[in-house]
């Protein structure tokens, strides 16, 4: 079955395949949301193990799927062949940090607002602080597929498909961390599912423009795949992580970062 989606993404241009690629992501973000239409709360223990997945496949992807891909197609020895993956993820890391400092945001298990100060209501917040997390790994998947088109040998359509699959098995969860908590807060199932799922959708917009710009200028792809790594390796130690520490289920967390990490290492070097 692999074989075949492999095959399908290779017949279709590489920028449509990162479009349909992240809409894969959002779709499996959406079906994690849907699960507030027959459950009003979830088990915080069973939420903090999820997220520590999330955490876990968030950290795995960066290295095997974008920094190791950035160092290998870079020129040059020595320093300066892990020199563009340094500035790129270092870039990457600067960019959601402003982000941070700049969107409005609250995250699930904190009370105090992030960002400019904002009269938006909380729900609102806390689709912002998910839609944070979006950003990168849409943008790591398009890049990957703009890589691809691009003509670079070093990335691949099954290395890119990998990607989209290994995003998406933990954005489920995040769908899930989305949905509930607004669920609890008294909004009606509809609207919960609404915003939940709506967290994702910047990543099909992330994933085409980071195709877009990779096909244009493909000197950049070492650089545009670091900083994707840098991005989220931002996102799971300033936000994902501190998420799954607030409660006693520190274990659970922990034991679910390193499920995910397995899980994401297995897929790539396996599929990838």
């Known amino acids: 079955m692999f074989d075949s989606i492999i095959q399908f993404f290779e017949s279709i241009d590489p920028i449509l395949a990162a479009l349909l690629a992240t809409t894969f992501t959002w779709a ?21 193990g999820m997220l520590g997945f999330t955490g876990g496949v968030m ?30 993820f270092l870039l990457g890391a600067i960019f959601i940090f402003g982000l941070d400092k700049v969107l409005p945001h609250m995250h699930i298990n904190f009370k105090e607002t992030e960002g400019i100060k904002s009269p938006w209501q909380r729900t609102t917040l ?17 890049v990957l597929f703009g890589g691809v088109a691009a003509g670079i040998p070093e990335a691949s359509i099954a290395g890119a498909v990998t990607l989209a699959i290994g995003i998406g098995i933990q954005n489920f969860p995040e769908g899930i961390a989305v949905s509930m908590p ?36 493909t000197p950049i792809l070492p650089y545009a795949l670091a900083f994707a790594a840098g991005a989220m390796i931002f996102v799971v130690v300033e936000e994902v992580i501190p998420e799954t520490q607030q409660d006693k289920n520190t274990d659970i967390a922990t034991l679910g970062f390193i499920g995910g990490f397995i899980v994401m290492m297995t897929l790539d070097v396996a599929l990838g």
């Open 28 to 48: 499996l973000t959406a079906f994690g949301a849907s699960f507030v239409f027959f459950f009003k709360t979830m088990n915080r223990v069973v939420l903090d």
């Open 59 to 88: 950290v795995a992807a960066s290295f095997w799927s974008l920094l190791a891909p950035a160092i290998e197609m870079s020129k040059g020895d020595g320093f300066m062949k892990v020199i563009p993956a340094a500035v790129g």
């Open 126 to 142: 806390l689709v912002l602080a998910i839609t944070l997390h979006n950003i990168p790994e849409g943008l790591a998947v398009g």
């Open 182 to 217: 607004l669920r609890r807060m008294g909004m009606s199932r509809l609207k919960s599912f609404t915003f939940g799922q709506s967290s994702a959708l910047v990543e099909p917009i992330f994933g085409v423009l980071g195709a877009v710009a990779v096909t244009f200028f």
